[in-house]
């Protein structure tokens, strides 16, 4: 051991080894540098010990010190003739009370049925604390079992402190060697407790005039059991001759104790062995463990196995069913004889057959004749079941479940249809947008077009939705629906004539859609058509606005003629009357307001506001501006005009007329 080790400290029997060993001799067990089984210290000393053995050990310490704790210090170091041998130093500096008790030193890993550590119990002698362990104002709860071992644990911090056990209230209780045995490393110890000891009692002892006492209340262990469990399923499955083993798992409180029994059909002729054991925790509850086992199951094995669980009053019982098979068997049926249909955009489907086999067979699943699970990350196995996460129209396909047992060379296949619909889709709506309602010419001829796909295929219909002026917010916010909707077929006069419905199947991007085109043989009422698909999982439409003008673009400004001075200005700004509302002209700030006239004519399918200003002058020149609100967007709009008024004509007569006048009125004279 180091010299610096031993500075200042008190060495204990440091060189005093186990009788029969010496530096040189091989040790089977490690050795304590202290003789004996117990050792006193004073308050505030140094504790040293050395612990030399043939491998590495490590040190066990008392519950109320911590391996953490700044005062203790372990080294570990060679020793021994060439260093072949294990040493480690314990230093423990300024001890006190709570240091009281067992430290051991003990190989990390020993040889079976070879002692396994050395061990010395140290008394930390403190005249101000007897009791290692004080409960003055709250007692330390201890459980007993009636007839059953308890310690009253006031260990004392010297062996030869005298102390009392009392009952409060009542008389002291005098050990007597049999019913109450002292123990100054246990404290009192009661082998076989009576509710005699059921209360509080107190350990007390005198010092130097100085009364002590430190409290304990005895409580008797209840009958509470939490929870009990079988490690087998609901239903086990064996093949005649293999082996059953159940264990069943009961959690009590940690002062209970439970007695556990089987009842199995085998019972009587004692096919099952039974083991037991219990795993004990001082503060969490306590675990009890009994394990049935039955050897090479046969016909009679098969039925109920009920595991009961008794403490005091509290009965549970939980039990598991057994099914003996002959043989290994796999039996695989559709669960459902209706075609397997799914909805595209569905959160998961689950392809399930009825499937009854054992044991339990391996389970493969195809799609399209390849692995399933390793085509697509949204496929997943469960059990005998496939599931489709976020179902696609790439799922659809023929599935086939593979059920085997390859040690038996036992397997069985069974492959379905799944057909995956799909809701409509136009693809029209998909690809353009209308700011605002179409506008088309009067008496035009007019083709519109549907273009439709979805499984099953959809069946398509077009509809008319008359509009009537009222500049409503309904549907499309330019008209209302007075006269309801109407079904359109080829030669309809309704609203407008249609000449033709036609419609055309083909492939276009890989996708089998359907074009339905409807012809307007002249337009002139407005309206909306709506092109309406629908299928047994939904229905899409596509809504035509269709706005009949006699004004191009819907919004146009005109000019009679370019006037001149003293002649008269006339201008029209005419708006389509479905698609706009408060038209209103715009003067240049020339134009004196009770120089003009202002007239409106409401035709069919425009309103017209004329402008009339007589007797212009050069001061009516400038830019004259028509705004009108768009009942679509809401929205103003201006259509604008420049105006230049002429001045008059001045009429220039050639020279040579004047000369002739002149020369005639000469021979006249």
């Known amino acids: ?93 300024r001890t006190q009370a709570s240091d009281t008790g067992s430290y051991s030193c003990k190989y990390m890993t020993s040889p079976a049925k070879k002692k396994k550590q050395s061990t010395v119990y140290v008394f930390i002698n403190d005249t101000s604390n007897p009791f290692v362990e004080m409960h003055s104002d709250i007692p330390k709860v201890i459980h007993m079992t009636v007839g059953r071992e308890m310690i009253i644990p006031c260990r004392v911090t010297a062996p030869n402190i005298a102390v009392t056990l009392k009952k409060i209230p009542g008389a002291a209780l005098i050990p007597d060697g049999k019913t109450i045995i002292w123990d100054s490393m246990k404290g009192f110890r009661i082998p076989k407790a009576t509710y005699e000891f059921i209360g509080l009692l107190s350990c007390e002892t005198a010092i130097g005039g100085h009364k002590y006492s430190t409290k304990y209340l005895t409580h008797r262990e209840t009958n509470t059991i939490f929870d009990i469990q079988l490690s087998t399923p ?15 798992t009961v959690t009590a409180a940690w002062n209970t104790r439970v007695q556990m029994t089987w009842t199995y059909p085998g019972e009587a002729r004692k096919r099952g062995s039974v083991m037991q054991r219990i795993n004990r925790r001082n503060t969490e509850p306590n675990i009890f463990y009994s394990i049935l086992v039955v050897d090479k199951v046969r016909d009679i094995d098969q039925g109920r196995y009920t595991c009961h669980v008794k403490s005091g009053p509290s009965i549970r019982a939980v039990n598991t069913t057994v ?45 399209d004749g390849l692995p399933a699970a390793e085509k697509c ?58 700011p605002d309602p179409n506008l088309y010419l009067l008496s035009s001829k007019q ?43 080829p030669g309809s006069n309704i609203g407008n004539r249609i000449q033709s419905i036609t419609e055309r199947t083909a492939v276009i991007e890989g996708k089998n859609k359907t074009a339905s085109t409807l012809v307007v043989a002249e337009a002139k009422s407005s309206g909306i058509y709506s092109c309406v698909a629908s299928n047994k999982v939904g229905k899409a439409e596509r809504n035509v606005s269709f706005i009949v003008t006699d004004v191009p673009s819907g919004f146009h400004i005109s000019l009679e003629k370019m ?89 220039h007569i050639p020279p040579w007329v004047g000369r002739r006048r002149n020369s005639k009125q000469n021979r006249n004279a």
């Open 447 to 489: 083709v519109l077009t549907c273009t439709v796909y979805g499984v099953p295929q959809p069946k398509i219909i077009w509809m008319w939705y008359p509009c009537s002026q009222n500049h409503s917010k309904a549907r499309n916010g330019f008209c209302s629906y007075t006269s309801g909707s109407f079904i359109l077929k």
């Open 563 to 651: 006037p001149i001075e003293g002649e008269n200005l006339v201008l029209s700004c005419s708006a389509n009357k479905f698609l706009y509302k408060d038209i209103t002209w715009i003067l240049p700030r020339t134009v004196n307001n009770q120089t003009k006239a202002r007239r409106s004519h409401n035709k069919e399918y425009s309103i017209t506001r004329t402008l009339t200003i007589k007797n212009v002058s050069l001061a009516h020149s400038g830019t004259y501006a028509c705004r009108a609100r768009n009942v679509y967007t809401g929205k103003e709009v201006l259509q604008k005009k420049d105006v230049t008024i002429r001045g008059p004509e001045v009429v």
């Open 234 to 248: 609901r239903l086990v499955k064996l093949l005649k001759g293999d082996s059953l083993a159940i264990n069943c």
């Open 323 to 367: 099914i003996v098979y002959d043989k290994m068997f796999i039996n695989l049926k559709r669960r459902r004889k209706t075609a397997l249909e799914a909805v595209a955009g569905r959160k998961s489907y689950r392809l399930s057959m009825k499937v009854k086999a054992f044991p339990s067979p391996e389970v493969i699943w195809l799609k």
């Open 1 to 93: 051991m180091p010299r610096q080790l031993l500075s200042g400290t008190v060495l204990l029997g440091a060189a005093l080894l186990l009788a029969g060993s010496t530096a040189g001799s091989k040790i089977d067990i490690s050795e304590l540098s202290i003789n004996g089984t117990q050792h006193v210290v004073q308050a505030g000393q140094t504790l040293n010990l050395t612990c030399r053995g043939e491998m590495v050990h490590s040190w066990s310490l008392p519950e109320t010190l911590s391996k953490d704790s700044k005062r203790l210090k372990v080294i570990k170091y060679a020793c021994g003739r060439n260093g072949k041998q294990s040493c480690s130093s314990l230093t423990l500096s």
């Open 377 to 434: 990350a949204r496929y997943m196995v469960k059990d005998y079941s496939l599931i489709i996460k976020d179902v696609a129209e790439e799922d659809a396909g023929n599935y086939t479940i593979i059920l085997s047992i390859r040690q038996w060379n036992l397997s069985k296949n069974l492959t379905v249809t799944l057909t995956v619909n799909v809701k409509p889709q136009i693809y029209e709506n998909a690809v353009s947008s209308f």
